[in-house]
């Protein structure tokens, strides 16, 4: 059974610095794209960043790009989501997911989905 587990989550004021993790079970991991995506109370779940199973290409939304860097460690089984000068608008239920096609922005496309952690970025 494929399971994904995130951990890191907490309370941080804003311009501080999260890492969040990801551990798979289950699955091949290397053959697995891996994502995050966020949902804030009141809102749909948005793309955060994905990468390939390769680790070469990674992507980012918009709104995150310079400031969240995504990477893995195959060996250990384990996507990273390092989160640097956090705003108030971060804070969301932060969710790890896992799809063996590419990776894409669309949650409804992914095939595996951790329970979330909490990040709670105070102004």
């Known amino acids: 059974q494929v399971q994904l587990e995130e951990s890191g989550g907490g309370l941080v004021q804003a311009g501080g610095a999260l890492r969040l993790s990801c551990a798979a079970s289950g699955l091949t991991f290397s053959n697995y794209a891996m994502g995050w995506f966020r949902q804030a109370p009141g809102k749909e779940r948005e793309f955060v960043a994905a990468i390939k199973w390769s680790g070469g290409s990674t992507y980012y939304a918009d709104s995150v790009k310079g400031r969240f860097t995504i990477s893995r460690d195959n060996a250990k089984n384990t996507v990273y989501l390092q989160m640097n000068s956090l705003k108030p608008e971060d804070t969301a239920v932060y969710y790890c997911?896992?799809?063996?096609?590419?990776?894409?922005?669309?949650?409804?496309?992914?095939?595996?989905w951790g329970k979330g952690t909490l990040v709670t970025v105070s102004s």
């Open positions: 997911a896992a799809d063996q096609g590419p990776p894409t922005k669309v949650p409804r496309l992914w095939d595996y």
